[in-house]
């Protein structure tokens, strides 16, 4: 089945500084890639659509220059965590479909950022 | 509008069977999806419905009614490794996936 890879699985890193997370579909080509985050006992929570040679789609709330999102192809989408934050420590997880909309999505195994 | 509910939480016995509801409302549908998630880890895929009915699928099965706005997902022979959180999502008319908050199933021995 579909396979999507996620990396780092965890990640600790000082407040002020920059992660980066890449999210690569393994055994197919994702036009589309969405980022999650997800906090302790809640619902996940899309932050953005990434889409293959163009912007991504933030929702409502996420600012966008603080999650850079870049797909630079239709294996690969990395989300940037610019200036973290204590308060961006979370769960975040990627997923991409495998076949058009209606299709369901796969997701890596999430990041789990620690900002001290 | 569009939301989504499910039970917060559900409690059974190894070997028995449940039943997991999820209701929505939506003015547009593409389908449902139901996802495993344990704790720490991504949500794996379960099962998808477009269409009125049950698939079946091994021990788990899933159940549409579209009219109804009405979906469950039953587990039977329950294992304790089928403790987690169960997510029940739906697909908009623009294709976007709507979250549940998730069902935490406890499986007692």
């Known amino acids: 089945g579909a396979v999507v890879s996620q990396h780092p699985s965890r990640v600790i890193c000082k407040s002020g500084t920059s992660v980066k997370i890449e999210c690569r579909s393994l055994d197919f080509q994702a036009t589309t890639m969405f980022w999650y985050r997800q906090f302790p006992k809640q619902s996940l929570m899309l932050m953005a659509t990434s889409n293959e040679g163009s912007k991504a789609t933030y929702e409502q709330g996420v600012e966008k220059d603080k999650f850079l999102i870049n797909h630079a192809s239709l294996t690969l989408s990395t989300l940037t965590v610019t200036s973290a934050h204590p308060e961006d420590s979370s769960f975040y997880i990627c997923?991409?479909?495998?076949?058009?909309?209606?299709?369901?999505?796969?997701f890596g195994n999430g990041t789990r950022l620690t900002v001290t | 509008g569009q939301n989504i509910d499910q039970p917060t939480e559900m409690t059974a016995t190894e070997g028995a069977i449940v039943q997991i509801n999820c209701t929505y409302q939506t003015s547009g549908f593409n389908g449902l999806f139901w996802y495993q998630q344990h704790a720490g880890e991504a949500p794996t895929f379960l099962s998808y419905?477009?269409l009125d009915g049950l698939e079946e699928k091994g021990r788990f099965s899933s159940f549409l009614s579209r009219s109804k706005g009405y979906s469950y997902l039953l587990l039977k022979e329950l294992q304790m490794k089928d403790s987690a959180s169960y997510l029940c999502?739906?697909?908009?008319?623009?294709?976007?996936?709507?979250w549940g908050a998730g069902t935490k199933l406890i499986i007692k021995p």
């Open positions: 419905n477009v």
């Open positions: 999502s739906f697909m908009d008319s623009k294709f976007q996936l709507i």
């Open positions: 997923s991409a479909r495998e076949r058009g909309d209606g299709s369901p999505l796969h």
